[in-house]
């Protein structure tokens, strides 16, 4: 048996009626682009998790073409028809032409959403997915925003890590993230809103899991998309500095400090470039070492700081604890301290529920019913302060 | 921009390393076939919904070469890993590589099953899905039979038509089916058993819901898969009669009767090739015309024995109820002329609770909540009967 | 210590400002009365359970006279302010002075139920409830009927027999009866109905679970409460004819058969007096002697023809199934063989779900929570034929 | 018709076989009090909500007399048997004989819970429940000890105001009071542990809702019943100091700051005695006076040096939030900063999720579902801290 027999190069092509004509998606009237990303369309690289491309698209058959790109971790997506979630796949290297829908009474619109359904690979420089066009027998007709914008900025847990798989599964492997059963989809989505996440799995506001100082998010948050390196990325605008007069959020949630908290329990890391160390400690009794949670403490100040700069309207909510409340005493007195130096009032802070044994997911991250519980605290928490 | 550019020859390619090795199905040592089909194993062809394939892989990396073919209703598959469901896409025409995991410790076993997630497609001929191959790097454990073996026989219900997809779709398509979020897999799962389905929308027990006498489910109970027709599907063997001996169920589960209902409501079906024309009838009252009905149970009686004649242990439980109880009393009625006919009594009837407005799913069929209520109730009453 | 000196002459009399005035029922104008009982007010005797008295009271405080009196098995009630249960108390023998409400708004209306939380008790011909007087400082205003009226009739599970009480209780005391958790009270309050309920634990349709015939609810039907005995009883009219055009409903729910199945499982039962024996037979296989269950179903059918004679234009519905569905078949029979009979086309069978163990109240009956799920059910089904 | 004839004299005596003998409370040799009271038997008073008495009691007959008296504000008492609440009833003025149980196997042992369902009452002087003797016909055995032991020290919320009743409910009077159905007793169900409850409707740590500085739990947290006031509850020993030593709680739950944040929203209270007013304010923008919320801190941090001066082992824990977060940044900082000038590591915050509409009780509280999952969070908080 040959490998090279295996694929036929008809591709589903049958379906290809006269009536199917591709479009570049730079060239489609009416699309939607969700998550942070650059102007291009042409192609059009969805970066972040829960990035999308939504169209109302009226029509029988509708296909998309997706490239992913990738050295370990390849993207997934999901895709939403009229809001319910009906397939979900590995896109594996290479562009394909996926069928989003077909057979369909072509005078209905159809709300379609084609989602990111990881997170962006800062460990894979090769990890892309880019969407080039579409293949449609019908229109495109305009699709209108939401009331309310929410961005969320967050860790593994923001990023649906274990979300999604047996609670027995252990690899780190994009098949355990998913950007629609996390809570910040279903948060959006309970306040029909839009919304945008920028996360990353092990970051922190100061350090990552494993006292790494560059791995925060913070630093990052004015590109595009700056957890992610290489040329590659470079060269699609992941670099760039983000135009926030293009998307201004009324609510940002962060949900950050899970990670600060794992630097204090692991190992010190060593930057090989310049054989420094750096180490959150803990005191002997195993409380935290004061001057590296003041560290911690003067980190998400300043993260506060830049936020409001880059965002004057929005609520900012440091929403903490699926998976320990470790932090929470310091963020409080982050919040204050940004608060009172700055005057700002509006800032707070809201604790999220533990996972539980019965609410626990794949990698001992929060699984689907733990998302859903915190989305339904953090959306009463919103619709207490956006009356 | 020229369709044929599109599709990257690459297909994945960069993932097969060296050690990435493809066998064809029939080579592979252990796989559990699920689903009523031939012995023919290159390919292997899977019919019913919820027919599958099941690997305890012990490797890094799997992929699954399947075929697809249809005129116009595709086949879906869902993937579930470890038990839980990761994956779920169309599959268009052609042959195709699918990835079903990679990147993953080769140490470990991964239970993965690769389900079809549509029902047998009576109405379109070239309809089929055949498993041809797999691409794996490591070896395949043998996998235990459960405990319990159960088969289902049912309409769109046991299809799980509507089973996913918002409330809103219409369309009569492959993609709102689902052989996963539906009662039987649900029930099975909760008792730990092996199942079957076999199960056409539309069908019931003397007609089907137009009034086609044809399109019965009892007619070709005996066969692999007798709802389908075509020279390709008699190719694939869909109309041998089916080997009894090889597959015992311990429970047979009848869902039928919904469609019975409707041929009452529906406008007269007429054979064209004999002019003749069928109907059941209402009184003017609204009720069954007496005559009409006791052809109904006079099937159902008859089916029963052809259960009995070629399952002689097994229990056999009517379940009905998620769209409507009309047929009720007719089925207990039918039951009991069976029973007292025969001396068998493993042989019962039990409700299943009606969908309500909050458990609506697609197309005005039960949604997965009401397969998830329905599931629990019939667990319930099997784990009662098969003390 | 002396037991005369631990009662209180005061009786709470302290609360009793000059505006409390003592008015007989009899004498109140606006009072309504659930339960099937006599036209005396003088006092009123609550006999079966859920019984009540109910005012609407705009006042500030609200005494009511009840006395108690019984040989073995006292009465309890539960009182409940605007539909809130806010009370539940043991009425000791005698006459007492309960107070129902004090220091309230004495402009705004309560509604006020006084129910009878416990069955007619047949086994005790002392047993007896009843209401004498109230005390008031306001005024009563009218009561609506509710658009619905249901009739319950049923044994110890429509008695709610165990759904209060810990799971360990094994006496069969008063105590783990509810008239305000079980299905029936629940589906009217979910229906938005009046409803009255005839039921005696233990009792069946044609013979008690011990095989007693007298103990069965057809031949009381047409008493006020014809399972009473004594003296007692009968002077309060217990044993008269039940005027059925005072009060039609417009579905009865005859929930018996569970007692009957007991039958078949227990010891006979002989009548002293005669020296005959009852017993409903079991085969040497288990399964139902045909002529004793043809007994039960000929005895359904009887009951069936009597409910229709007594109450020509309600719904009747068989609920049959929380403790077992062993009776379900003959019941269907049953009912088909009167429908056939009478042409009586509004009569139908409904399955309620079993109890399970996660449901399970005291005395092995079914607990707060599987009746909540059988008034779930009953009231979904009860919707569907009353639209 | 005259009042006096109303009552009968048997008061239930007809029960008293020759075998129940009355004993004074003081005289029973196995009883376990819970709640905080003097170490007086005879009589037993009950002030706080959830103080209750507990019996072993392996007999088939048991009575408890009480003792009411009250100006305004009557007591109520819930009745658990075996841990399952079976009663529920106001407690009129005077002495009583209540009847627990009766008609129960005299072999076997039933523990029996009679507890206080109403808050001590600040503004009755005249309030009080006794607990005089009881009327037994066997014999009490001993009761253990639960493994962990909790203090609740709250406000309104933690005296269960509104856990039962109407949402229409809008009196405030001791009906709506529920010791059984709130979240300390839930939470202390759930951890299997003893639990005491000191709680003022309306209080605070620094003033009143209504700015009345004399209303606060600190400063009464040393004395047995601090909060009552008068002759009557002096002589009961209400106001005589608290043997700390005799009850060390594991956990201190400290549940204040809804009614400190009611004063800043309400009117200034004027101390009639001096003429002083005392009124925490809003800025002009709605935000708090950073004087006024600054006392707020500095009462809470001594609050917390007194609980751990009367408690040193005790893991001291601030859950707040049912009704509002607004003082939760201002409890973190008092609680940082008691910690920091302490060295104190064993007092922690924990938010409790808001009441919502689905979850509303009367009087604009909770209701028992917020309970139930306010009850749920904790028990999960505290079980992570306990280990």
Not at 51 to 66: D, I, M, P, T
Not at 267 to 293: C, I, P, V
Not at 318 to 335: E, K
Not at 336 to 345: E, L, Q, T
């Amino acid at each position: 048996m040959n490998a090279n027999d295996h694929t036929s190069d008809r591709d589903g092509r049958r379906d290809w009626g006269d009536k199917l004509t591709i479009r570049a998606l730079s060239e489609v009237d009416h699309v939607k682009v969700h998550g942070r990303t650059t102007a291009r369309r042409d192609p059009l690289a969805l970066f972040w998790t829960g990035s999308a491309v939504e169209f109302n698209a009226k029509g029988s058959e509708l296909w998309v073409e997706l490239e992913a790109d990738y050295d370990s971790y390849e993207p997934w997506i999901s895709i939403l028809i009229n809001s319910a979630p009906v397939g979900r796949q590995m896109v594996t290297a290479g562009r394909h032409w996926v069928c989003i829908f077909r057979g369909m009474n072509a005078d209905v619109v159809k709300n379609v959403r084609i989602v990111k359904d990881v997170q962006a690979m800062s460990d894979d420089g090769g990890h892309s997915l880019k969407v080039h066009a579409v293949r449609f027998d019908g229109e495109f007709l305009p699709i209108e925003d939401k009331p309310l914008k929410l961005e969320f900025i967050g860790d593994s847990i923001t990023s649906g890590e274990g979300a999604i798989g047996a609670i027995a599964e252990l690899d780190w492997i994009p098949m355990w993230f998913s950007a629609v059963d996390n809570y910040a989809c279903r948060t959006a989505t309970a306040l029909n809103a839009d919304y945008r996440t920028l996360s990353q799995s092990g970051w922190g506001v100061l350090t990552s899991w494993d006292n790494n100082p560059r791995r925060n998010l913070p630093d990052c948050y004015e590109q595009v998309c700056g957890p992610l390196s290489g040329a590659k990325n470079e060269e699609l605008g992941a670099l760039e500095p983000h135009d926030f007069a293009s998307w201004q959020p009324d609510v940002i949630v962060v949900n950050l400090g899970t990670n600060d908290n794992g630097a204090f329990h692991n190992a010190a890391w060593t930057d090989e470039a310049t054989g420094r160390t750096y180490k959150q400690r803990l005191n002997e009794d195993g409380s935290f070492n004061e001057d590296d949670l003041g560290a911690f403490e003067a980190a998400a100040c300043r993260f506060l700081a830049k936020l409001r700069k880059n965002n004057p309207q929005a609520r900012i909510v440091w929403a903490y604890g699926m998976l320990g409340y470790a932090m929470l005493p310091a963020i409080y007195r982050a919040v204050d301290a940004y608060s009172k130096a700055s005057g700002d009032k509006k800032v707070s802070v809201f604790q999220l529920s533990n996972m539980t044994e019965a609410t626990r997911g794949a990698r001992s991250h929060p699984g689907a019913l733990a998302h859903a519980k915190a989305a339904e605290e953090l959306t009463d928490y919103l619709k207490g302060i956006l009356v």
